[in-house]
């Protein structure tokens, strides 16, 4: 397995720029330059109301690693302005955050070094190391913190014993509520000093009632004998334990037993074992290969078997100048980020999709209300109770119909991908099957054939079309996948599925190009959506050869007009291999991807900078970076997953962009069984091959 490459270093004040993003799926920090100061948290199913718009939304948490150190009685939060020469490192094979600054007061220097990082073998742990060598001998103080200040919510409980033991289990432990009381949060705090002089417990603060938790330590420090401070904090929301800081305390007990190195050492065993999915393309640029590894490093870290509440579409990434969609789960994240994951960590692609079971109540009751059968999925699901919770009016909610069939087409790929048949009778029958319900009643029966009348698409207008392509060529696929669920499972599907599949009118014009919908004009606002293109990949609509040429070429002539928007441009470079022309397609790996690069740790941006509705840097943007991994791993290779032998799964000869000579991938999961994948430009097909059992 070759090694990912590392974003460069990032030297001095960020300047506006965003800050560094750790996460491991169930808890996600934003690390500032400085990293002792506290950043931002989200934990995974923590919702509270969002403080202007009164919905329910992610809720920032007390950060869980915030210190402060203090040079003969002179301290960093006192004066931030004695700090100089800060860099930051990423390495992505391991996870981890390093942090470096020099910090002078009190006559003395202290050279600092902080190592971060979210671990992934012990998913409600956080753990900091922080390094101090001063050049002389001076009297310091470290402290560690929970950080609870400028986080709306309270402190409902706070402990720095444990009832009933002789001795505490851990520094102390407090349980967060968030506004409005919708979810609590635990938390436990673990610490110790390592270094010569280093007392062997640390003071607390029993008083501080609604405080932050801070475990303190002084010492007599000298030249060259460095101290390290170790910080491991455990973070259970409350929608996976009913008294998540009596279950934190458990998690950060379970830690120090087992040991902070140890920790690390499965935390970067862990990652070694993920990249073993490291998708390699032979002849691409180093700075496209390094944009590659950074979209997968976010994606796989934001994604994690014990997430309750899915990933957002910025994983658990929030900063205080962005709505960041208020942390709710939508379509996206099932088109995007579950495919791609299916075949790369099947288990965390296996929770987001739970998160969508969990909550199947709030999808029939969505179709009640609006008169329909089956199931219909939020819009914007909230991250706690998975009901719909878009602001304001809910115009997407109201008119873009397309969202259920992402979800259901979700399920039904991981249960192709997986084999897994009892996931396919338990989790994706349902969801199969309420989709097909809600799509046939749903649709109008005209002369025409049966017709999605006022459905938005892709191209969010103000006044709903008719037919829109993208959600038609969706449907279609949907309700045959629920036909053949059915007839795996030995049920009878119902025959109206089967006729609205077949029936389904989509707007082909008269030189054989697919419509966006009915009464297009490309010169429309939004006119360049290229949204049927969506529907040949990711989706694999069976258009007639002439109509897909056509509708390809007639699209991609237009994607000037486009680029630059989120979530689409990602999939530009696989329709134009698809069209057969490779300069394009490396065109648009640089215009439709590479240039939303944001440079600190490469966040891939929601809007292209240049781009007229960019307002502020918001990323790392899940939709692109994950539209991206998509395409290297089942567009560009021409794989459709099916219910077939996964080695007759490559369907379309190999076409890669300009000066790209193949795209392989060590490992990745099918049927339970790891394979290697592996594109030759120019040849019939790609290869997926087992090892022998």
């Not at 960020?14 to 948290?41: D, H, K, T």
């Not at 579409?313 to 208020?326: E, K, P, V």
Request: with cysteine; glycine share 10%; hydrophobic share 40%.
């Amino acid at each position: 397995m070759s090694s990912p490459i590392n974003p460069p270093e990032a030297r001095g004040v960020r300047n506006g720029e965003l800050p560094a993003y750790v996460s491991n799926g169930l808890i996600g920090l934003r690390v500032r330059e400085q990293p002792l100061q506290a950043g931002m948290c989200l934990v995974s199913g923590v919702a509270g109301e969002h403080a202007e718009r009164r919905i329910e939304a992610a809720a920032p948490s007390p950060y869980p690693l915030a210190a402060d150190i203090a040079l003969n009685g002179v301290w960093i939060s006192d004066q931030p302005s004695a700090v100089s020469d800060l860099v930051q490192a990423y390495d992505f094979a391991t996870g981890e955050l390093t942090s470096r600054f020099r910090f002078e007061g009190g006559g003395r220097v202290a050279q600092v070094t902080v190592v971060t990082f979210a671990n992934r073998d012990a998913a409600a742990l956080v753990q900091q190391e922080v390094r101090i060598e001063v050049d002389g001998a001076c009297d310091l103080t470290v402290r560690a913190v929970v950080e609870t200040a400028g986080v709306r919510g309270r402190v409902i409980g706070r402990r720095v014993d444990t009832p009933g033991e002789p001795e505490p289990v851990c520094d102390g432990f407090l349980l967060w509520e968030t506004e409005g009381g919708l979810s609590r949060c635990g938390y436990a705090l673990a610490t110790e000093l390592l270094g010569e002089g280093a007392p062997e417990a640390p003071t607390t603060t029993p008083w501080d009632q609604s405080g932050p938790l801070v475990s303190g330590y002084s010492l007599r420090a000298r030249a060259g004998r460095p101290v390290r401070l170790r910080q491991m904090t455990a973070m259970v929301p409350s929608v996976m334990h009913d008294r998540p800081d009596e279950e934190a305390a458990r998690r950060v007990a379970r830690g120090k037993s087992t040991g902070f190195d140890e920790l690390s050492r499965r935390n970067r065993a862990l990652w070694a074992d993920l990249w073993k999915g490291r998708i390699v393309v032979r002849g691409a640029s180093t700075e496209h290969q390094a944009l590659i590894d950074a979209a997968f490093f976010y994606l796989n870290s934001s994604s994690h078997p014990a997430s309750p509440a899915a990933t957002s579409i910025f994983g658990l990434a929030t900063w205080h100048d962005y709505s960041y969609y208020f942390g709710h789960v939508m379509w996206d994240v099932d088109a995007f980020c579950a495919p791609p994951l299916t075949l790369l960590q099947p288990d965390a692609a296996l929770a987001l999709l739970e998160f969508r079971t969990r909550h199947l109540d709030a999808a029939r009751d969505i179709a009640k209300l609006s008169g329909r059968a089956g199931v219909q999925f939020p819009w914007e699901a909230a991250p706690l109770t998975g009901q719909e919770a878009s602001p304001g009016g809910g115009d997407g909610a109201a008119h873009e119909d397309h969202g259920s069939l992402h979800t259901a087409r979700a399920f039904g790929l991981h249960a192709d991908a997986t084999g897994d048949r009892l996931f396919l009778e338990a989790q994706a029958w349902p969801v199969l099957s309420g989709v097909a319900d809600w799509i046939v009643s749903r649709v109008t029966r005209t002369e025409r054939g049966f017709e999605f009348l006022r459905s938005t698409g892709p191209a969010e207008v103000p006044e709903p079309p008719d037919n829109d392509a993208f959600t038609l060529m969706a449907a279609s696929e949907v309700l045959k996948r629920a036909i053949r669920a059915a007839q795996e499972i030995g049920r009878e599907p119902p025959k109206a599925w089967g006729e609205v599949a077949d029936g389904l009118h989509l707007p082909i014009r008269s030189d054989d190009v697919i419509a966006a919908h009915d009464d297009f004009r490309v010169s429309e606002p939004k006119g360049a959506t290229p949204s049927p293109l969506a529907g040949f990949f990711p989706y694999d609509y069976p258009a007639p050869d002439a109509v897909r040429r056509r509708t390809l070429d007639f699209y991609l002539a237009h994607w000037t007009d486009y680029v630059g928007a989120p979530m689409l441009p990602a999939l530009y470079t696989t329709w134009a291999a698809m069209a057969g022309d490779r300069d394009l397609a490396l065109k648009l790996f640089v215009e439709g991807y590479a240039r939303y690069d944001h440079g600190r740790f490469h966040q891939c941006l929601e809007y292209r900078p240049d781009h007229p509705d960019s307002q502020v840097a918001a990323g790392p943007f899940f939709a692109n970076l994950s539209g991206m991994l998509l395409g290297l791993l089942m567009g560009l290779t021409g794989l459709v997953i099916d219910g077939g032998d996964p080695e007759d799964w490559p369907r379309r000869p190999v076409v890669l962009p300009a000066g790209w000579t193949a795209i392989e991938v060590e490992r990745i999961w099918v049927r339970g069984r790891p394979a290697r994948l592996e594109a030759v430009h120019g040849e019939a097909r790609a290869r997926l091959t087992f090892d022998a059992p």
